[in-house]
């Protein structure tokens, strides 16, 4: 009888063994062939357990026996294209997904009045001051939103909005950039929402070019239908802008843990970038995020390093007789949120659980 396994059993071996873990309370056998890796083996033995504990915990999460048989095809037939959904997809833009422990924000900017002689005695709409938060390549979304009168009668409204910038000779241009058509009803008034995002990117790179902008909505009478000032039974209804950022908070003093990159020469346990990238998978049933970071632990927890980590010198003194001594695990996890196709063709939005590693340490 053998007793030597080829390397790829003997990991998954000691995954559902819960090596490191401690689940049964029991010390897991001496791997000579672990303890005479190269520093750069171990952490890709270590990726490959953390891709495959990953796949692993989603599916149970889910309490899915094996991923769905979704393909790319089926996805474009069954994936509707309803605002809900649109909004849900826009959260997952690239950026979101490649930043650590990145958070949104969103921010309302009320419209400010000018003075016609700020502008050359054009127009009197409008201006707005933006935060200093909001910066060219943090902005995630940006919609201006203007109520307009109802119609008279029902009615084909064009809205156009128009940027007001410097001229020649001092004087004031418009540069159009948007016009919709909608089809107005009588009664109430509406909101109508228009995406300026690369205008307000323009605003930001070049503030001097920023005169603010026109705002018309002009019905099949001629009549202007957008409210752009506070009248008289018209407060509250001026336009505004709407303004997602990906905003990054700093750490917190209490962080603790290494953080190395796949060209460090650390030996000790520290926490190391992971991509999980699930086309890559085949798991084409996840709709949103396609990648994400992971993050995964590599490294030593040598006695020496037991100042480095205080929690776990007082499990070794508490437990002197474990031969394993203590093991590089994550310390503080995160959840992901995640739209995805279940196996009856539904569409759900989840949160999955402790899908980041935010810190690593040994214990």
Known sequence: MHLSLPVSLLLVLLVWGGW?????????????????????????HSKLLRLQSIKSQILSILRLERAPNISRDMIRTLLPK???????????????????RAS?????????????????????????????????RNILSAQLWVHLR?????????????????????NSTRVRVRSLKLDIDTGAGSWQSVDIKSLLQVWLRQPENNYGIEINAFDS????????????????????????ILDNPKRSRRDVGLNC?????????????????????????????????????????????????????????ANPRGTAGPCCTPTKMSPINMLYFNRKEQIIYGKIPSMVVDHCGCS
């Open 20 to 44: 490191c873990a401690g689940l049964n309370g029991t010390s897991p056998p001496t791997l000579e062939p672990v303890d005479q890796c190269s520093p750069c083996d171990f952490r890709e």
């Open 221 to 244: 009478q001629g009549e202007d239908l957008a409210v752009k000032s506070a009248e008289p039974g018209e407060e509250g209804l001026q336009p505004f802008i709407e303004v997602k």
């Open 82 to 100: 309803a605002p809900p959904l649109t909004q849900l997809l826009d959260q997952y833009d690239p950026r979101v997904e490649e930043e650590e």
């Open 150 to 170: 109802p119609p008279h009668e029902v009615s084909s409204v064009f809205l156009q909005i128009s940027h007001l910038r410097p001229g020649r000779e001092g």
């Open 261 to 317: 990159d796949e060209k460090s020469s650390e030996t000790r346990c520290c926490r190391y970038p992971l991509t999980v990238d699930f086309e890559e998978f085949g798991w084409d049933w996840i709709i949103a995020p396609k990648r994400y970071r992971a993050n995964y632990c590599s490294g030593e927890c040598e006695f020496m390093h037991h100042q480095q980590y205080p929690h776990a010198h007082l499990v070794i003194k």
């Open 104 to 136: 949104t924000e969103t921010i309302i900017t009320m419209y400010t009045e000018i003075s016609t002689v700020e502008i050359n005695q054009l127009f009197t709409c409008c201006l707005f001051s933006l935060s200093p938060k909001i910066q060219p």
